[in-house]
């Protein structure tokens, strides 16, 4: 008998459907067996499985403080690493950043690679997604969150000036918001910047000067970050640490920082560009390397005291500020000296005034409060940072440098 003209016209497309149905079957399977973390929500719901899961609860795995720190914009330079020093110590650690391209994200893969490496997951999401944070509360019961995640640079935001808001203001009240209700609270650290002293000509910068005239965009987003951690500090007892970071360089840096473009500037022979202040006075940084630096955020974890806003209960909670500079400030020209040196290359150098764009012509750190409560006590001075720097970047962007391991 012959079939209905319907179900000739029907075999073909039957076929594609149940080719069509064991392809999504496959990629369901894959997704499931590997999970790809991503800030996609919709993607996120995909990975969100047992693996994923597991994979979150095995990094925040604590050996030894039964410390359990979520670090955010771990894939970012700082955070790279005080991850690391964090788990190297045995403390549970996981990260959270975006991955956004502010600058080259094949960098920020090439720390997450060296973080999974070190067993420390990088979970790939955005700090305003409040469901997401809220989902790695419910399966960690984070003891310290060390928030770092931010839009950085201070030029940037005369081009981006929203990505400042969504990020540094936005992003803060985000993981405040999901500290403040998960019980027991963590406790929090958080990167603040020198660029809140502004236009401060007190020297050098103390915690009690003036951080009301902020020259960048970027200055003023953190002086507000200063202002909301107060705020929740002052409402649901949250204990809340602001560190000050003055010019953080070293291995893993960030491109878009003036040692770094000027090595890779030097290299290629390009003209570089060298600011100067008022009176044709160089302008200076402290600047303050990156290991230093991780042993003041170490110092701020370790003595920061627990919240006490948790199940409604409130006591007076910690809230601090601290500076972490090198408290010797270097002249551009002189850094640039140095990286010639490093570098054994002439840098072809033009010189010009210091634009009004968001930069200060001077940092200089006070650190007598640091040094005082975070046993804080920075050791390396620009020259032996920069050797540090350099040797890295020679070894990063060679062809075989790709693998290498701090
Ligand atoms: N490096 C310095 O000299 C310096 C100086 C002062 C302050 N700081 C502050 O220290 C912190 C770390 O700086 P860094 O030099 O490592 O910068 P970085 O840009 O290398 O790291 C920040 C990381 O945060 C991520 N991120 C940004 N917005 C995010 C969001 N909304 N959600 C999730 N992830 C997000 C980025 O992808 C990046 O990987 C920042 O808060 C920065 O403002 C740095």
């Not at 405040?176 to 007190?202: D, F, H, M, R, T």
């Not at 103390?206 to 507000?224: F, I, N, V, W």
């Not at 920082?257 to 000027?262: I, L, N, T, V």
């Not at 210091?354 to 005082?372: C, E, S």
Request: glycine share 8%.
């Amino acid at each position: 008998m012959d079939r209905p003209p319907y179900l000739h016209r029907s075999r073909f497309p039957t076929r594609t459907k149940l080719l069509a149905l064991w392809t999504f079957i496959f990629l369901a399977l894959f997704l499931f067996l590997f999970p790809r973390s991503s800030s996609d929500p919709t993607r996120r719901l995909l990975q969100a499985g047992p693996v994923w899961e597991n994979r979150i609860r095995l990094s925040a795995r604590s050996h030894s403080h039964s410390r359990r720190v979520l670090v955010t914009g771990a894939a970012g330079f700082v955070g790279l690493h005080v991850s690391l020093a964090l788990k190297r110590r045995g403390d549970g650690v996981l990260g959270i950043d975006n991955f956004n391209s502010y600058y080259e994200s094949s960098l920020k893969r090439s720390r997450a690679a060296l973080l999974d490496r070190a067993e420390v997951f990088v979970v790939e999401g955005d700090v305003n997604d409040g469901t997401l944070l809220k989902k790695l509360f419910e399966l960690v019961k984070f003891t310290h969150v060390m928030h770092l995640a931010a839009q950085a640079g201070v030029r940037y935001a005369m081009q981006n000036p929203s990505s400042y808001v969504q990020s540094n203001i936005a992003g803060l009240v985000s993981v405040l918001e999901v500290c403040k209700s998960a019980n027991p609270q963590p406790a929090i650290v958080w990167a603040s910047s020198s660029s809140v002293y502004g236009l401060n000509s007190q020297v050098p910068f103390s915690e009690k000067d003036r951080t009301d005239q902020p020259a960048s965009l970027y200055a003023a987003t953190k002086k507000a970050g200063e202002e909301i951690a107060h705020t929740y500090n002052h409402i649901y007892g949250l204990s809340i640490t602001g560190l000050r970071f003055f010019t953080v360089y070293g291995p893993w840096g960030r491109p878009d920082m003036a040692y770094f473009f000027f090595t890779q500037d030097i290299l290629k022979g390009k003209t570089i560009k060298v600011f100067e202040g008022a009176d044709q006075k160089s302008v200076a940084r402290d600047f303050t390397y990156i290991e230093d630096i991780v042993k003041g955020c170490l110092g701020a974890l370790d003595t920061a005291e627990r919240s006490t806003g948790s199940g409604g209960k409130k006591r007076k909670a910690q809230l601090r500020v601290f500076n972490l500079g090198n408290t010797s400030p270097v002249a551009v020209n002189e850094l640039v000296n140095i990286l010639e040196k490093l570098l054994d290359k002439k840098a072809r150098r033009m010189v010009f005034p210091m634009p009004r764009n968001g930069d200060v012509p001077f940092t200089h750190a006070n650190i007598t409060l640091a040094q005082k409560e975070l046993g804080y006590k920075p050791t390396t001075n620009l020259e032996t940072g920069l050797k540090e720097f350099v040797n890295w970047y020679r070894l990063y962007y060679s062809k075989s440098g790709m693998n290498i391991v701090l």
